[in-house]
């Protein structure tokens, strides 16, 4: 018996020897989401550190509105809230460090609680 296997929309496919590994990598929008929700903390946690919070501080988090992180907050706000030991995040405009993502940028303030 020969397996042969074809590159399937949405799919990354790979073959070695008689083992064959199929994965998944289309995004989907709720991957998208927790990925930017993932990448607010990485921003939060770098403010925190370069502004000297000991790891310890409970903070507090204002972002300034923008579609993907609205959505990302909105979704995973718990999770990001847990992971930078903030008491809340708002969204509004702020004065806090300009923070650029892929393809935009916007201000981040973090402030001690």
């Given at each position: 018996m020969e397996i042969i296997s074809e590159d399937i929309p949405g799919w990354l496919v790979s073959n070695d020897g008689n083992?064959?590994?199929?994965l998944?990598?289309?995004?989907?929008?709720?991957?998208?989401?927790?990925?930017?929700?993932?990448?607010?903390?990485?921003?939060?946690q770098n403010l925190r550190k370069e502004t000297g919070l000991e790891i310890t501080d409970?903070?507090?988090v204002t972002?300034?509105?923008h579609d993907e992180t609205h959505?990302?907050?909105?979704?995973?706000g718990d999770?990001?809230?847990g992971q930078?030991?903030?008491?809340a995040i708002t969204e509004a405009d702020n004065n806090g460090?300009?923070?650029?993502?892929?393809?935009?940028?916007?201000?981040?303030l973090v402030e001690k609680n």
């Open positions: 083992l064959t590994v199929a998944e990598v289309e995004l989907t929008p709720e991957l998208k989401k927790e990925g930017m929700a993932r990448e607010l903390i990485n921003r939060i409970r903070i507090k972002v300034a509105p959505a990302a907050i909105e979704a995973f999770y990001i809230k930078v030991l903030a008491d460090a300009e923070t650029e993502f892929d393809d935009f940028k916007l201000n981040i």
